[in-house]
């Protein structure tokens, strides 16, 4: 299976944090990043797509893709 995930949130360093321990745990970068300014929070807001191949599991509509 290959499983997909978009990780969004603020432009900080929670967000590359986030994404880094998504790359330490076998997820690759499906794309370039998305950035938008929210103007009634009047900050950046970040957006990445994310792929990992993990071939011992099949895909089902309840599957917990955070948990991956």
């Known amino acids: 299976m290959i499983a997909y995930r978009f990780i969004t949130g603020p432009d900080d360093a929670e967000f590359c944090a986030r994404v880094t321990a998504l ?4 997820w690759d970068l499906a794309g370039p990043a998305a950035m938008t300014f929210d103007q009634a929070t009047r900050r950046v807001l970040c957006g990445q797509p994310m792929l990992k ?8 509509t309840g599957l917990d893709l955070s948990a991956l």
């Open 23 to 26: 790359l330490n745990n076998g």
């Open 53 to 60: 191949d993990i071939p011992d599991i099949v895909y089902s």
